[in-house]
């Protein structure tokens, strides 16, 4: 079983950054593939970006790609999502997710473990 705990989110203007965390407790956090989601108001959950367990492989959506990171510490059993330039279409609740294999994807059913979500909100 994994637990997970996202943070960091919160209310930033256009343009502006911010960082949202995801703590995992339980399982080997270190073998497991990390991912995140959001859903906007009144839409399906949407992939953002994926990472393998040693952070050498990383995947992001069409619409985030040059403007967010993601990156992993496994000492710290966390994973991170650097939100940069955002824009009012990047409101969402933002979802941390693990897999219990080493490989990313892009899908949430390849995901058994998800967090509870974070709001962003980015005012225009």
């Known amino acids: 079983q994994v637990q997970l705990v996202e943070s960091g989110g919160g209310l930033v203007q256009a343009g502006g950054s911010l960082r949202v965390s995801c703590a995992a407790s339980g399982r080997a956090f270190s073998n497991s593939a990390m991912g995140w989601f959001r859903q906007p108001p009144g839409k399906e959950r949407e992939f953002v970006a994926s990472?393998?367990?040693?952070?050498?492989?990383?995947y992001y959506a069409d619409s985030v790609k040059g403007r967010f990171t993601i990156s992993r510490d496994n000492a710290k059993n966390t994973v991170y999502l650097q939100m940069n330039s955002l824009k009012p279409e990047d409101t969402a609740v933002y979802y941390c997710?693990?897999?219990?294999?080493?490989?990313?994807?892009?899908?949430?059913?390849?995901?058994?473990?998800w967090g509870q979500g974070t709001q962003v909100t980015v005012s225009a």
């Open positions: 997710a693990a897999r219990t294999t080493s490989w990313p994807s892009t899908l949430p059913a390849a995901y058994a473990y």
């Open positions: 990472i393998s367990w040693d952070g050498d492989r990383t």
